[in-house]
Protein backbone atom coordinates (compact mmCIF):
# COMPACT_ATOMS: atom_id res chain seq x y z
CA UNK A 1 0.00 0.00 0.00
CA UNK A 2 1.28 3.27 -0.94
CA UNK A 3 1.35 5.82 1.60
CA UNK A 4 2.76 9.65 1.95
CA UNK A 5 2.71 10.60 5.70
CA UNK A 6 2.80 13.91 6.13
CA UNK A 7 4.10 15.59 10.13
CA UNK A 8 4.92 19.24 10.90
CA UNK A 9 2.90 22.28 10.42
CA UNK A 10 0.53 24.19 12.36
CA UNK A 11 0.26 28.13 13.57
CA UNK A 12 3.61 30.52 13.27
CA UNK A 13 4.03 34.00 13.13
CA UNK A 14 5.22 35.91 10.65
CA UNK A 15 9.02 35.92 10.31
CA UNK A 16 9.12 32.36 11.80
CA UNK A 17 10.05 28.86 10.89
CA UNK A 18 8.68 25.76 10.48
CA UNK A 19 9.59 22.23 9.33
CA UNK A 20 7.24 19.39 7.18
CA UNK A 21 8.31 16.31 7.18
CA UNK A 22 7.33 13.55 4.29
CA UNK A 23 7.80 9.81 4.54
CA UNK A 24 7.26 7.41 2.09
CA UNK A 25 6.37 3.83 1.74
CA UNK A 26 4.81 1.39 -0.69
CA UNK A 27 6.91 2.73 -3.70
CA UNK A 28 10.55 2.84 -4.67
CA UNK A 29 11.75 6.67 -3.51
CA UNK A 30 14.65 6.59 -5.61
CA UNK A 31 12.19 6.31 -9.04
CA UNK A 32 10.05 9.63 -7.83
CA UNK A 33 10.05 13.33 -7.47
CA UNK A 34 8.53 14.21 -3.96
CA UNK A 35 7.96 17.33 -2.72
CA UNK A 36 5.22 19.80 -1.70
CA UNK A 37 2.20 21.57 -3.22
CA UNK A 38 -0.19 24.02 -1.02
CA UNK A 39 -3.29 25.22 -1.79
CA UNK A 40 -5.04 28.64 -0.19
CA UNK A 41 -8.94 29.22 0.09
CA UNK A 42 -10.14 30.01 -3.60
CA UNK A 43 -6.83 29.38 -5.55
CA UNK A 44 -5.41 26.55 -7.24
CA UNK A 45 -2.93 23.71 -5.61
CA UNK A 46 0.44 24.91 -7.14
CA UNK A 47 4.16 23.29 -6.58
CA UNK A 48 5.84 24.58 -3.53
CA UNK A 49 9.02 22.28 -3.56
CA UNK A 50 10.70 19.14 -4.65
CA UNK A 51 13.20 17.13 -4.89
CA UNK A 52 14.43 14.26 -7.11
CA UNK A 53 14.96 10.86 -5.12
CA UNK A 54 18.02 9.72 -7.84
CA UNK A 55 19.92 12.75 -8.15
CA UNK A 56 18.87 15.04 -5.43
CA UNK A 57 18.14 18.30 -7.89
CA UNK A 58 15.60 20.33 -6.00
CA UNK A 59 12.68 22.78 -7.20
CA UNK A 60 11.34 25.87 -6.03
CA UNK A 61 8.42 28.02 -6.85
CA UNK A 62 10.01 31.70 -7.33
CA UNK A 63 7.72 33.15 -4.24
CA UNK A 64 9.50 30.44 -1.89
CA UNK A 65 13.18 30.53 -3.17
CA UNK A 66 15.63 31.92 -0.32
CA UNK A 67 13.46 30.89 2.03
CA UNK A 68 12.82 27.30 1.71
CA UNK A 69 14.61 24.47 1.86
CA UNK A 70 14.02 21.35 1.10
CA UNK A 71 16.05 17.73 1.20
CA UNK A 72 15.52 14.19 1.56
CA UNK A 73 17.23 11.28 3.53
CA UNK A 74 16.86 8.46 1.34
CA UNK A 75 17.58 5.55 4.08
CA UNK A 76 14.10 6.70 5.78
CA UNK A 77 12.07 7.53 2.96
CA UNK A 78 11.40 10.62 3.80
CA UNK A 79 11.35 14.53 2.08
CA UNK A 80 11.73 17.54 4.49
CA UNK A 81 10.74 21.10 4.10
CA UNK A 82 12.78 23.68 6.11
CA UNK A 83 10.55 26.84 5.62
CA UNK A 84 11.82 29.71 6.82
CA UNK A 85 11.12 33.70 7.09
CA UNK A 86 7.11 32.51 6.66
CA UNK A 87 4.75 35.35 5.50
CA UNK A 88 0.95 35.41 5.92
CA UNK A 89 0.64 34.45 2.12
CA UNK A 90 2.42 31.37 2.65
CA UNK A 91 -0.91 30.06 4.92
CA UNK A 92 -2.30 27.23 2.75
CA UNK A 93 -2.80 23.10 3.14
CA UNK A 94 -0.12 21.79 2.29
CA UNK A 95 0.37 18.46 0.51
CA UNK A 96 2.70 15.91 0.08
CA UNK A 97 2.61 14.31 -3.72
CA UNK A 98 5.53 11.67 -5.79
CA UNK A 99 5.71 11.84 -8.87
CA UNK A 100 7.17 8.80 -11.01
CA UNK A 101 9.98 9.92 -13.28
CA UNK A 102 12.39 6.82 -13.27
CA UNK A 103 15.39 8.38 -11.91
CA UNK A 104 16.97 11.67 -13.18
CA UNK A 105 16.15 15.64 -12.36
CA UNK A 106 13.53 16.67 -11.36
CA UNK A 107 11.03 18.77 -13.70
CA UNK A 108 8.39 21.17 -11.67
CA UNK A 109 8.65 24.34 -13.64
CA UNK A 110 5.90 23.18 -16.14
CA UNK A 111 2.62 21.39 -15.56
CA UNK A 112 3.05 18.20 -13.50
CA UNK A 113 0.92 15.13 -12.92
CA UNK A 114 1.53 13.16 -9.36
CA UNK A 115 0.80 9.74 -8.76
CA UNK A 116 0.46 9.79 -5.30
CA UNK A 117 -0.68 12.41 -2.88
CA UNK A 118 -0.65 12.64 1.64
CA UNK A 119 -3.86 14.03 3.14
CA UNK A 120 -2.58 17.47 3.43
CA UNK A 121 -1.53 19.52 7.10
CA UNK A 122 -2.48 23.40 7.25
CA UNK A 123 0.17 25.84 7.95
CA UNK A 124 -1.12 29.44 8.96
CA UNK A 125 0.78 32.68 9.07
CA UNK A 126 -0.33 35.36 10.94
CA UNK A 127 1.00 38.80 11.08
Known amino acids: EVQLVESGGGSVQAGGSMRLSCTAS????????IGWFRQAPGKQREAVSG????????YHSDSVKGRFTISSDNAKNTVYLQMNSLKPEDTAAYYC????????????????????WGEGTLITVSS
Open 51 to 58: ISGSDGST
Open 97 to 116: GAEFIGGGPIQWAGPVIMDY
Open 26 to 33: GFTFDNYA
